[in-house]
């Protein structure tokens, strides 16, 4: 005769479950009344604002009329709430006339400025801006190459 021990045992040495005695439990709240959570979850995303590629000639080439055209590529990452601005300004006083073109797609404006562009974003995004820029120097440049003349800056709205 086998014993109902031994039958426990080796079932329990097996993995299998109990044979004999079942097992039950009750969980409660406090005083019989029920539980309730509740969570919270903020997301920070933080302000950052990067430049991922600022592209353009290092220098434009020998020119016979004292003109020069190029084309900047500026991709720009915010996540800045009400954009950013890149302001552009003239590094150089040998050029003395300066056309700045691009789209103004997706939430982006233009603006002169007394020395130079401003040009602005009203949201955070990725940004791929194509600038077409068109230069006319001194006469005394005539004849030579031109180091790029454009000084970018970006600031946070």
């Not at 031994?6 to 079932?11: G, H, M, P, V």
């Not at 097992?23 to 709240?29: F, R």
């Not at 900047?72 to 302001?87: A, D, I, N, W, Y």
Request: net charge neutral.
């Amino acid at each position: 005769m086998i014993r109902p021990s031994l039958i426990a045992l080796a079932a329990l040495a097996l993995g299998m479950p109990g044979t004999g005695m079942g097992e039950s439990v009750q969980v409660s709240g406090a005083g019989g009344t029920g539980t309730s959570a509740s969570v919270d979850i903020r997301i920070v995303v933080p302000p950052v604002m990067q430049v991922l590629e600022n592209s353009h000639p290092e220098q434009l080439g020998v020119s016979e009329d004292g003109q020069w055209s190029a084309q900047q590529k500026l991709v720009v990452m915010s996540t800045m709430k009400r954009g950013f601005c890149v302001t552009l300004r003239l590094a150089t006083p040998q050029v003395n006339d300066w056309q700045l073109q691009t789209s103004q797609e997706g939430g982006t404006t233009l603006n002169p400025l007394a020395d130079g562009y401003r040009l602005c974003t009203t949201r955070a995004g990725r940004y791929t801006l194509l600038l077409q820029h068109a230069f006319a120097a001194n006469n005394a440049l005539s004849g030579e190459a031109l180091r790029w003349p454009v000084r970018t800056d970006l600031t946070a709205l």
